[in-house]
């Protein structure tokens, strides 16, 4: 029987993904029935909240964490799966927004995030189809000064000697089109499984002691005696403290959130097997590859010869009827040898956007924390600040959550109503912007 979520889509098993498709067998995470008693309650199974949950049960604290749908059912299990190493911001807009010093703490902590993604690919046999390698592309030739500009400030005054500049030569030695002008290399980028990803963090919560709940979704959210009370359709979880890590699916669980969070869809396909030579001449050596579009394009292969590209946006829940017709047009403007060639696998997802695509933690009860709207980069971030919050949310000191959350959180403008159809307006002026 199909089961829908608060989008409307069938919560009751994963999309029909590639990924879903090249998977072991979901995590066996029985549904809540009856109340319990528990330290933490972690809401929402992607990487946010099994980062939490990891992180509190190997310090041998209680926690449960409910999730709606099978656990990795949302953005963490369906997206591109690329590895940007850093912040969705630059460096530069952070030191003109928060000065040398912050922006320095903040690099720390993205290459800190990046060394814990490598600890949690160690805990499956195949570290989740990791790649390494990621190109940034840029569609238009008078971005590159800017691009090669980031890379001298990264190399210089960071030390980061794994981003290199590409010229337009170098570019197209490396992909096969003629989309692109220029760009840079990030060595210690790539792209990964994120499905397999997020059920190796699972596995490995529900090993340290974490009890993990699939197909229970929270209804309702609200204080009691000893500190709060989370309702689902089958039980009660009674907590001394709560995470809400469910997402761009967050729909007013913490209604702080809903002014600083917008949910955006975003749309991949893949397609049939190509011949490996072919799929070899697309993207030298496989590394990832995302562009310079305010609504970017990015695309890898995978291990089996496919190409995995994504391109498109719109808002609201709704989706396109025909995700593989809305994204090929996008793929054959990269690619156009490609135009013709069969779609295996073709889904959308909501993921969470922030005014300044930073994340926002917030702490706005006592005993409640939310995370939310990576916008983008969650694969390397959302694993680490959730660990983070965890950590902080059991009493240990922890610096790195507590200078993310002073970072400023913008609203969206608009108030509850109009936020919306205000940035979509806005996001549909730049996505036309992309294709003058």
Same mark, same amino acid.
């Given at each position: 029987?199909?089961?829908?979520?608060?989008?409307?889509?069938?919560?009751?098993?994963?999309?029909?993904?590639?990924?879903?498709?090249?998977?072991?067998?979901?995590?066996?995470?029985?549904?809540?029935?009856?109340?319990?008693?528990?330290?933490?309650?972690?809401?929402?199974?992607?990487?946010?909240?099994?980062?939490?949950?990891?992180?509190?049960?190997?310090?041998?604290?209680?926690?449960?964490?409910?999730?709606?749908?099978?656990?990795?059912?949302?953005?963490?299990?369906?997206?591109?799966?690329?590895?940007?190493?850093?912040?969705?911001?630059?460096?530069?807009?952070?030191?003109?927004?928060?000065?040398?010093?912050?922006?320095?703490?903040?690099?720390?902590?993205?290459?800190?995030?990046?060394?814990?993604?490598?600890?949690?690919?160690?805990?499956?046999?195949?570290?989740?189809? =990791?790649?390494?390698?990621?190109?940034?592309?840029?569609?238009?030739?008078?971005?590159?000064?800017?691009?090669?500009?980031?890379?001298?400030?990264?190399?210089?005054?960071?030390?980061?000697?794994?981003?290199?500049?590409?010229?337009?030569?170098?570019?197209?030695?490396?992909?096969?089109?003629?989309?692109?002008?220029?760009?840079?290399?990030?060595?210690?980028?790539?792209?990964?499984?994120?499905?397999?990803?997020?059920?190796?963090?699972?596995?490995?919560?529900?090993?340290?002691?974490?009890?993990?709940?699939?197909?229970?979704?929270?209804?309702?959210?609200?204080?009691?005696?000893?500190?709060?009370?989370?309702?689902?359709?089958?039980?009660?979880?009674?907590?001394?403290?709560?995470?809400?890590?469910?997402?761009?699916?967050?729909?007013?669980?913490?209604?702080?959130?809903?002014?600083?969070?917008?949910?955006?869809?975003?749309?991949?396909?893949?397609?049939?097997?190509?011949?490996?030579?072919?799929?070899?001449?697309?993207?030298?050596?496989?590394?990832?590859?995302?562009?310079?579009?305010?609504?970017?394009?990015?695309?890898?292969?995978?291990?089996?010869?496919?190409?995995? =590209?994504?391109?498109?946006?719109?808002?609201?829940?709704?989706?396109?009827?025909?995700?593989?017709? =809305?994204?090929?047009?996008?793929?054959?403007?990269? =690619?156009?040898?490609?135009?013709?060639?069969?779609?295996?696998?073709?889904?959308?997802?909501?993921?969470?956007?922030?005014?300044?695509?930073?994340?926002?933690?917030?702490?706005?009860?006592?005993?409640?924390?939310?995370?939310?709207?990576?916008?983008?980069?969650?694969?390397?971030?959302?694993?680490?600040?959730?660990?983070?919050?965890?950590?902080?949310?059991?009493?240990?000191?922890?610096?790195?959550?507590?200078?993310?959350?002073?970072?400023?959180?913008?609203?969206?403008?608009?108030?509850?109503?109009?936020?919306?159809?205000?940035?979509?307006?806005?996001?549909?002026?730049?996505?036309?912007?992309?294709?003058?």
């Amino acid at each position: 029987m199909r089961q829908a979520g608060p989008s409307g889509e069938d919560i009751g098993r994963f999309p029909g993904s590639y990924y879903a498709d090249t998977c072991d067998a979901p995590v066996a995470a029985a549904q809540l029935h009856g109340d319990v008693i528990t330290d933490f309650c972690v809401i929402g199974g992607g990487f946010t909240g099994l980062g939490a949950a990891l992180a509190l049960a190997r310090m041998g604290r209680s926690v449960r964490l409910v999730e709606m749908g099978p656990i990795g059912w949302g953005a963490s299990g369906r997206n591109g799966g690329q590895i940007h190493v850093g912040w969705e911001q630059s460096q530069t807009w952070f030191e003109k927004k928060l000065g040398h010093d912050t922006a320095q703490a903040l690099w720390r902590m993205a290459l800190a995030a990046r060394a814990h993604l490598d600890t949690l690919f160690d805990l499956a046999p195949d570290r989740c189809d =990791f790649r390494p390698g990621l190109v940034f592309a840029d569609h238009r030739p008078g971005h590159m000064a800017a691009t090669h500009a980031h890379v001298r400030n990264m190399r210089e005054v960071y030390g980061y000697g794994s981003l290199t500049p590409l010229s337009r030569d170098a570019l197209r030695g490396m992909l096969d089109t003629a989309a692109y002008h220029g760009g840079s290399f990030d060595a210690l980028g790539g792209h990964c499984h994120p499905l397999k990803l997020a059920l190796a963090m699972a596995r490995a919560a529900q090993a340290a002691g974490a009890m993990l709940h699939a197909h229970t979704p929270c209804t309702h959210l609200e204080p009691d005696r000893a500190g709060w009370r989370v309702t689902t359709p089958h039980g009660v979880i009674h907590a001394g403290q709560v995470l809400d890590a469910s997402g761009a699916y967050a729909r007013a669980m913490v209604p702080q959130t809903d002014a600083h969070v917008l949910p955006v869809n975003s749309y991949i396909a893949t397609t049939e097997p190509l011949d490996p030579a072919l799929a070899a001449s697309l993207i030298e050596g496989g590394a990832a590859v995302s562009d310079a579009r305010f609504v970017p394009y990015y695309f890898r292969l995978t291990p089996d010869h496919r190409l995995l =590209f994504g391109g498109g946006e719109s808002y609201g829940y709704r989706m396109p009827r025909d995700i593989a017709a =809305f994204v090929r047009p996008h793929l054959a403007r990269v =690619f156009p040898q490609l135009a013709h060639v069969p779609i295996s696998h073709a889904w959308g997802g909501s993921l969470a956007i922030t005014p300044n695509r930073l994340p926002f933690v917030m702490q706005p009860q006592p005993g409640l924390h939310a995370v939310n709207g990576f916008s983008g980069v969650g694969v390397v971030m959302a694993p680490w600040l959730g660990q983070a919050v965890g950590r902080a949310m059991a009493g240990e000191a922890n610096a790195a959550h507590d200078l993310v959350r002073r970072m400023p959180h913008p609203r969206f403008p608009g108030g509850p109503w109009l936020r919306w159809p205000t940035q979509a307006l806005a996001m549909s002026f730049m996505a036309l912007r992309d294709r003058l």
